[in-house]
């Protein structure tokens, strides 16, 4: 009478555990040589796949296949800085972007100095200095620049049409006036910033001949360039050219009230240009233009705008099991051939020549404005461990100053005072 | 006196509406806009009236194929936690239920501690003794973390479904001759079943739409549908919102419906001896 039940029990729980065993064993059914790559979606795609695959040599040459894990950019962080401090890792390369490096992170990778030393990238001096320097740290190099994104003023050319003006703001004052008339005739919003980012504060700083920290940690360089900032930002909210809902404006929000015409500028990576663009997404496919963003009428032809730049580059952590793949794979992706490709795919090159390259310019009709913006472009700021917090706190004080609740003198003071604290 | 009792089934109409209103709008709007053509996702005003369409979808489809090996995984993952959690908590139920010790109820205490444990608190240590042992990115370690928290609360469940089975059909079957693991397998989960199904329900839910365990442990091979639409919201290329609420929906689909279908067992699991008395 049991037995049957015996059976059908043994029956049940060795099925359960067969099938677990053949879950935990499925990894270990995967491909030889194969380098492990930690990264975001975008840094795969520009890389192309299938008859585009900008690696299909490399791979042939390496008898080596690529698996590439993929996070969204902070979880993609969070993730490498763990694999690096374990005693190894699966992961031989990794992209890590330029805000992160400080002492500490930067121990966790391998110097790259002597690899460059040994088996050089072909035309390194053509990678954009700024970049290599952003991922110098303590003297030794530990990231290849492979990606850029550099802040762009976008404009609607419909609204501003609409509100009679034929070309985009030239100077930082043109730009209110313009968002000003756009939001007073009632056309759309004048400008959208998302209010939890620093890229916003620190640009219109910057227009002023300021900053917020330089990259050798000088807060606040010109204190007045700071308040005329935050003056401009409180008096663009207080006459509506800033929405109304500010306060919780994030950076999608940017962009679907650009491509919705309920906004007429806003300060976005040139890359946008496409989603932007996008006839299935935006309701003014082809309208939506770039510029380089504008410095006050004082400095221009003086002070060039020092836009915000984020850069990625690649790092092979220190515990990686494959170095000598992941300099080869570093190699290949930086060499001008495949930085050229990639750019073609919408990738925002580290290499200057490639924006002047014909082929690019062909397809993306921003790429001298691009190439001229970089130029001049540095990071919202250096890497330090307090990095987060300090830009919290940038942030707290200009939500006060431009929703009106201090005044901009009184919001640089305070940033002056609480961030100093925190710079090592 | 009438106008009273007319105001009381008004007005409790009207609370039920707006709960209503308030659970449902998000879903409403997931899948309405799932299949709306992306310029009126969010057109001002809003576009109520649209030509559908499945675009999304089809480019879900075309560029996402990740997601659908996520979802299978989360599938795979979801049946070894849901399988190992209920016949972990049956078991457990059953012996709290029928056995009677100090340390029993010291170990009831432990089980609930576990339970108040935040999750992140051992995932952090964790993640060197998964890689260690080789089990980083693979389904078992999701498998066996996610039967690990819901052990707890299925126990408890299960015990207090187990305690209501009367002891004299243990005792009729082992006078039979029926081994404990014969009364367990041929008596008490038959009658438990009404329990099992709402501790399978719980680990089912939490398991099909889990994160931070995913998150930690998991990169190619083991990554589950949650993680791959957390990508879609890209901070770098922006976000294909469309191509995210397709996802959305049908990564919401199976589980919403199984809700529903099991609606009735996640009650009875959720007022488990409440009228005991």
């Given at each position: 009478m049991t037995r049957p039940m015996q059976m059908n029990r043994r029956g049940f729980?060795?099925?359960?555990?067969?099938?677990?065993?053949?879950?935990?064993?499925?990894?270990?059914?995967a491909a030889g040589k194969v380098l492990n790559i930690l990264s975001h979606r975008v840094h795969q795609?520009?890389?192309?796949?299938?008859?585009g695959d900008l690696m299909a040599g490399w791979k042939t040459a390496n008898d080596a296949d690529l698996a590439f894990t993929t996070f969204d950019s902070n979880p993609l962080m969070d993730r490498l800085f763990r694999e690096a401090s374990l005693p190894e890792t699966e992961f031989s390369l990794g992209y890590m972007v330029d805000n992160r490096p400080t002492s500490d992170i930067a121990r966790l990778f391998e110097p790259l100095d002597g690899w460059q030393e040994k088996d050089p990238i072909a035309d390194f001096a053509d990678l954009a200095p700024g970049l290599i320097k952003g991922m110098t740290i303590d003297g030794k190099l530990i990231g290849i620049p492979v990606r850029t994104a550099t802040q762009a003023l976008f404009y609607n050319e419909d609204l501003l049409e609409q509100a009679g003006f034929t070309a985009p703001p030239a100077t930082l004052e043109e730009l209110v006036a313009q968002a000003q008339k756009i939001s007073a005739d009632k056309i759309a919003t004048g400008m959208v910033l998302a209010s939890d980012l620093a890229v916003f504060p620190v640009m219109f700083a910057r227009a002023f001949g300021g900053d917020f920290l330089t990259q050798d940690f000088r807060l606040l360089p010109d204190p007045a360039a700071m308040e005329q900032a935050l003056t401009v930002l409180a008096g663009m909210f207080a006459d509506g050219s800033l929405p109304r809902s500010y306060a919780t404006t994030k950076n999608d929000d940017q962009v679907t009230w650009m491509q919705q015409g309920r906004a007429a500028f806003t300060v976005l990576p040139f890359a946008r240009a496409a989603q932007l663009n996008n006839p299935e997404q935006s309701k003014f496919p082809g309208r939506i233009k770039a510029v380089g963003f504008p410095v006050t009428g004082g400095l221009v032809g003086k002070t060039p705008m020092a836009a915000v730049v984020e850069a990625w580059a690649m790092v092979i952590p220190a515990n990686a099991r494959d170095k000598d793949l992941a300099w080869s794979y570093i190699r290949q992706v930086s060499s001008p051939e495949t930085t050229l490709g990639m750019a073609l795919n919408g990738n925002g090159a580290a290499r200057v020549s490639t924006f002047s390259d014909p082929r690019l310019i062909e397809k993306n009709p921003l790429a001298a404005i691009e190439a001229e913006a970089l130029a001049n472009a540095r990071g919202a700021f250096p890497p330090f461990p307090e990095a987060a917090r300090a830009q919290a706190l940038l942030l707290e004080e200009v939500q006060l100053a431009v929703m009106g609740r201090k005044t901009p003198a009184e919001a640089v003071a305070a940033i002056s005072e609480r961030v100093a604290p925190l710079l090592p | 006196m009438r106008a009273e009792s007319l105001l009381v089934p008004i007005g409790k109409t009207l609370a039920v509406a707006a709960i209503l209103v308030w659970s449902l709008f998000p879903i409403v709007f997931i899948v309405a806009s799932s299949v709306k053509p992306g310029q009126d996702i969010f057109a001002v005003p809003p576009q109520w009236v649209f030509e559908p369409t499945l675009q999304h979808y089809a480019t879900l489809w075309a560029q996402w194929g990740v997601f659908f090996r996520g979802l299978w995984n989360s599938l795979l993952i979801t049946i070894g936690a849901t399988v190992l959690a209920v016949v972990a908590s049956t078991c457990a139920g059953y012996a709290f239920s029928r056995h009677a010790a100090r340390w029993l109820d010291l170990s009831v205490v432990a089980l609930i501690a576990v339970r108040l444990i935040p999750p992140i608190v051992v995932t952090l240590p964790l993640f060197p003794i998964v890689n260690r042992l080789g089990l980083a990115d693979t389904h078992l370690v999701l498998i066996v973390l996610y039967a690990t928290f819901f052990v707890s609360l299925g126990t408890v469940l299960m015990r207090t479904f187990i305690d209501q089975i009367p002891r004299d059909l243990d005792e009729a079957a082992a006078i039979d001759g029926a081994s404990r693991l014969t009364?367990?397998?041929?008596?008490?989960?038959?009658?438990?079943?009404?329990?099992?199904?709402?501790?399978?329900?719980?680990?089912?839910?939490?398991?099909?739409?889990?994160?931070?365990?995913?998150f930690i442990f998991t990169g190619t091979n083991a990554k589950t549908a949650p993680l791959v639409i957390s990508e879609m919201i890209g901070s770098i290329d922006g976000v294909d919102w469309g191509v995210l609420f397709a996802a959305s929906t049908v990564q919401l689909a199976p589980v919403l419906a199984f809700v529903i279908l099991m609606n009735r067992y996640l009650v009875a699991g959720l007022t488990a001896g409440a009228t005991k008395g």
């Open positions: 729980l060795a099925s359960a555990t067969g099938t677990l065993a053949l879950l935990a064993a499925a990894p270990a059914l795609a520009v890389l192309g796949e299938g008859e | 009364i367990l397998w041929r008596v008490i989960v038959p009658l438990a079943a009404p329990g099992i199904l709402a501790v399978a329900v719980f680990v089912i839910v939490f398991a099909w739409n889990e994160f931070l365990f995913a």
